[in-house]
């Protein structure tokens, strides 16, 4: 069934609320995971059992698929409104997000996932997660840091140029650059130039020519 459930320790404090679609199959994962992972939570469940303290595992609400989210967060919530400090990573309801991690816990992941090609499906997900996001300045830095001396692919240029259209002083559709930088190599000129050319007016002209971008 699913439900919301909570673990407390042999006072009745409580100490972690989780979500369950099968009860007995999630508590038996927690019996497990306490080898695989170090959090507050699993550091108190190993002591428990290594030191055959009594806890409790309650549930707390049966709940489906539609609302589990919400109920969780709920009673994270208001356990937490009452004062008593959960250890709980997260506010319910979302996953890993605002989980905290250990220096090792990451490192051990970034192994994991480091080199490896993502699926289209992957790459997907992510580009739909941050579409209209804005970095910070210090983001930005961060990756300008990281990307210093790396060489770019010509994919990649190709992707991050603009094409220019040539046209004749009539109009007339001459030919199409796939960047700034092909146009300026044929006229063998400065791309400063070009650009200036395209912005300063639609019907401005270079070597003879007007030029827009694409």
Same mark, same amino acid.
């Given at each position: ?69 919400? /109920? ?102 001459? /030919? ?39």
């Amino acid at each position: 069934m699913f439900c919301i459930y909570l673990f407390s320790d042999q006072n009745g404090l409580p100490i972690y609320v989780g979500k369950a679609k099968c009860f007995k199959n999630r508590i038996s994962q927690h019996y497990r995971d306490r080898f695989k992972y170090k959090s507050w939570f699993y550091n108190w469940l190993n002591k428990q059992i290594r030191e055959e303290i009594p806890f409790y595992i309650d549930v707390l609400e049966e709940v489906n698929e539609n609302n589990w989210k919400e /109920k969780e967060r709920y009673w994270i919530k208001h356990i937490k409104d009452n004062g008593y400090n959960l250890t709980n990573m997260t506010d319910g309801g979302d996953g890993n997000n605002n989980q905290i991690f250990s220096k090792e816990t990451i490192e051990k992941r970034s192994e994991k996932i480091r080199n490896k090609p993502r699926s289209k499906e992957t790459r997907e997900a992510i580009s739909r997660k941050h579409k209209g996001k804005k970095l910070s300045e210090e983001t930005k830095r961060k990756l300008s840091e990281i990307n210093k001396g790396k060489p770019c692919l010509e994919s990649t240029k190709i992707k991050l140029s603009k094409p220019i259209k040539q046209y004749t002083i009539d109009g007339i559709f001459i /030919k199409e650059f796939i960047s700034l930088t092909e146009a300026s190599k044929e006229l063998g000129c400065r791309k400063s130039s070009l650009t200036n050319a395209i912005n300063r007016n639609k019907k401005s002209t270079f070597k003879g020519f007007v030029w827009k971008y694409n």
